[in-house]
């Protein structure tokens, strides 16, 4: 669909077209802050926003980043407060399973019985107290922009939308709706309340963006609403194309497989399974190396941390990753073979891929068919995809890759082309601005009082 809207360029006092920016209103539970993947999506699609065009109402958990929006109100509420020290005290067990020697067991109960107690806490509203009434009227915004989350943060952006008739546009990454406390009686009621709230968002929405053609198929099917694509962003200025396409050869060259990103669970698990095949490989006299960016050595279980081909580097600035490109020969996305695990990125495309599409070569991808970057990958042609679980089958893959070099360049070339015409940073803004610029113009009727 065409996200042009009539007047969505206007005439400056020179008589030059200039883009026409509504006064956005953001509220998320997310921070611009570039150690998540979330908090980089935000940072490319608001950055280039105009300061005087934009307020960010921070209501999530945690403090706020020091890069974040000037005009910016933070309102943790009850949710935020109580799971700071939730987070606190359960550091350990929230950051990422427990690793051994030969891999990644279980977390236990305590992340149930913690998200329990969580599910209940989402439903405590946040205040519209008189500071963000004084704080919203002052600004006047024309748009809601938010990825909701919990039921206590749609039932924000309801009243705010409500009370100062403002519409909204909704923005998913993830299938979390169908995910989120499924399966845990005890967190019913939050779940029921999550959904019904969903439900709502969506159809009262003057725009609704998905992450991927994928997840805007299954969506307009599942809700029976028009929704658009904006996918994850590259700036290509940072990453310029390769000089040289090259492919590696099976004797004589060290093979090196790159990651960017830190892992947990089964994803962390399809890491093990990568190492014990460059091991196998090895024994037949290829050499091989695992070049791991943005993770310490000491945050891997043993079995990786001691690896011999297994090399690290907790850096991941722009920098890093350029010379990542350079030296590395694949670069590898790894997903979960855990059903429950990958059901929430079942629709979604990775932050990563991107980034490893504009690096210019081939994606070797380890996952499930059914997942979005997986099938993204395969359909893309622009690498490898390993879809059967266990060492034999990512053995035999990175064997037939290593005696394919021209394989190897053929796909690098198209990881590229589909970066520069996917997910060109300006371009994607550009569309993102669009749509939001169509919301803040659209000739609807926007909710009552009951809505």
Same mark, same amino acid.
């Given at each position: ?241 390769? *000089?040289?396409? &090259?492919?590696?050869? #099976?004797? %004589? ?10 892992? =947990? @669970? !089964? ?90 599409? *504009?690096?210019? &070569?081939?994606?070797? #991808?380890? %996952? ?10 395969? =359909? @893309? !042609? ?70």
């Amino acid at each position: 669909m065409n996200c042009g809207v009539e007047d969505d360029v206007r005439p400056s006092g020179t008589g030059q077209p200039v883009p026409y920016y509504p006064r956005l209103l953001v509220i998320n539970g997310f921070g611009l802050s570039s150690q998540s993947a979330s908090g980089r999506m935000l940072q490319n699609l608001l950055s280039a926003w105009p300061g005087t065009k934009l307020i960010y109402l921070h209501v999530g958990v945690g403090s706020m980043p020091d890069n974040r929006p000037p005009n910016t109100l933070w309102k943790p509420g009850v949710f935020g407060r109580v799971a700071k020290v939730a987070q606190g005290v359960h550091r350990g067990s929230n950051a990422s399973p427990r690793v051994g020697k030969d891999g990644i067991a279980s977390t236990g109960g305590s992340r149930w019985v913690k998200s329990s107690l969580l599910a209940w806490l989402e439903l405590a509203p946040f205040r519209l107290d008189h500071q963000m009434a004084r704080w919203i009227e002052a600004f006047r915004p024309q748009v809601i922009y938010t990825w909701l989350g919990t039921p206590a943060i749609q039932g924000l952006v309801r009243r705010i939308s409500t009370r100062w008739q403002v519409p909204t546009v909704v923005h998913i990454m993830d299938d979390w709706v169908s995910c989120k406390h499924a399966g845990n009686w005890l967190a019913a009621p939050s779940r029921r309340a999550l959904v019904r709230g969903f439900e709502q968002e969506i159809a009262a929405a003057a725009e609704r963006i998905a992450i991927c053609d994928k997840m805007a198929a299954a969506y307009r099917s599942r809700y029976g609403r028009e929704f658009e694509v904006v996918p994850n962003a590259i700036d290509l200025s940072h990453f310029p194309a390769p *000089a040289i396409m &090259r492919g590696s050869a #099976a004797e %004589g060259h060290r093979f090196t497989l790159g990651h960017v990103g830190r892992l =947990s @669970g !089964g994803r962390l698990q399809g890491l093990v399974d990568v190492e014990a095949a460059f091991r196998v490989l090895a024994r037949r006299g290829v050499s091989m190396r695992l070049e791991l960016v943005g993770v310490s050595r000491e945050a891997l279980p043993l079995v990786l941390r001691d690896s011999p081909v297994v090399q690290c580097d907790p850096k991941a600035s722009d920098e890093r990753v350029r010379r990542l490109g350079l030296d590395a020969d694949a670069l590898l996305q790894v997903e979960s073979f855990d059903a429950p695990e990958n059901a929430w990125f079942r629709l979604s495309l990775s932050a990563k891929l991107p980034l490893y599409l *504009a690096l210019g &070569r081939p994606v070797v #991808a380890y %996952g499930p068919h059914g997942l979005g970057s997986i099938d993204y990958v395969e =359909s @893309g !042609g622009c690498g490898v995809v390993i879809a059967e679980r266990g060492v034999d089958a990512v053995t035999a893959a990175l064997q037939r890759l290593l005696e394919s070099p021209q394989q190897q360049v053929t796909m690098g070339q198209q990881a590229r082309r589909l970066a520069e015409t996917k997910h060109d940073r300006v371009a994607v803004f550009d569309r993102f601005r669009r749509l939001l610029a169509r919301a803040g113009k659209a000739e609807q009727p926007l909710r009552g009082p009951g809505s």
